[in-house]
């Protein structure tokens, strides 16, 4: 997972590292405004918690992570979003912060070209201001950029109870569930709260596991950190 408040060297490693950066993806003009509200299922390789969402480096020492996501509503200017669905892979040798990832994006097939074209800018970090989002960062961080895919994508979440999975035929599935009491079995919840964040403000804690069978393989993702939020972002961050 990605560190949601960085230190001052890390931020002017993302910074210098976005001004040399060219996206296979496109240039960035930040001539549109866009808007998008969502919900998220993470699974990554990290221990429940993820230490990155704590300023700490991966529990592994590197970040292998998939992100689920189905709009609700958006815009990207007159180009309307509402109801699609995305999946973003990438894979880091050490913490996200240090580079040399690889990412791939993969875009509801029913989109339209505008649409497609939108949601590729939105989610390689273009038409953002610099490190606003997550995307912005996980694209700087990674000068392996995969061509985007359009496929089928099936999603289904519900924040509050930790639960929900969501699968792209033949490239991965991600199934996420409430963390459980080791003694007792029973449901355990906890929440992650990031005022500051660049991803979400609240998130629900999770145990997700991940099967990814084609370019960007993700091993290590069984029983291991999860989330579940509801998202507000635009083009100058997070909203609420």
């Given at each position: ?13 993302l910074q210098?590292?976005?001004i040399?950066?060219?996206?296979l993806?496109?240039?960035r ?6 808007r998008l ?12 918690g993820c230490?990155c969402?704590?300023n ?9 992570a998939?992100?689920g996501?189905?709009i ?5 200017g007159?180009v ?11 894979s880091f040798?050490g913490?996200?912060?240090q ?9 509801d097939?029913?989109?339209?070209q505008s649409?497609?074209d939108a949601l590729?800018k939105?989610?390689?970090?273009e038409?953002?201001?610099d490190?606003a989002?997550?995307w ?5 961080m990674?000068?392996n950029?995969?061509e985007?895919l359009?496929r089928?994508i ?7 109870a930790?639960r ?11 199934v996420?569930e409430?963390?459980r ?7 355990h919840r906890?929440r992650i709260d990031?005022?500051?964040g660049?991803?979400?403000?609240i998130?629900e804690?999770a145990?997700?596991?991940?099967r ?7 091993p290590?993702l069984?029983n291991?950190h999860?989330?579940?939020?509801h998202m ?5 961050g997070?909203l609420d």
């Open positions: 997972m990605l560190l949601p408040n960085t230190s001052e060297a890390a931020i002017l490693a210098t590292t976005e040399r950066r060219k996206s993806y496109g240039g003009n930040m001539a549109v405004e866009w509200k969502l919900t998220e299922l993470n699974n990554c390789n990290c221990s429940y230490p969402q704590f700490a480096l991966p529990t592994h020492g590197d970040c292998r998939v992100f996501y189905q609700e509503e958006g815009n990207f007159n309307k979003l509402d109801g699609l669905r995305a999946v973003l892979m990438a040798p913490a996200i912060h580079g040399n990832g690889t990412m791939q994006l993969i875009i097939e029913r989109a339209d649409q497609r590729i939105i989610l390689s970090g038409e953002t201001d490190m989002t997550l912005c960062v996980t694209a700087a990674s000068p950029k995969l985007p359009f089928p099936e999603f289904e979440a519900n924040v509050e930790r929900g999975h969501f699968r792209v035929p033949g490239i991965v599935e991600t996420g409430p963390i009491n080791p003694v007792t079995g029973a449901e906890a990031l005022p500051h660049f991803e979400y403000r998130a804690a145990s997700a596991t991940t990814a069978t084609a370019a960007i393989a993700l290590g069984q291991t999860s989330h579940f939020a507000h972002v635009s083009n100058k997070v």
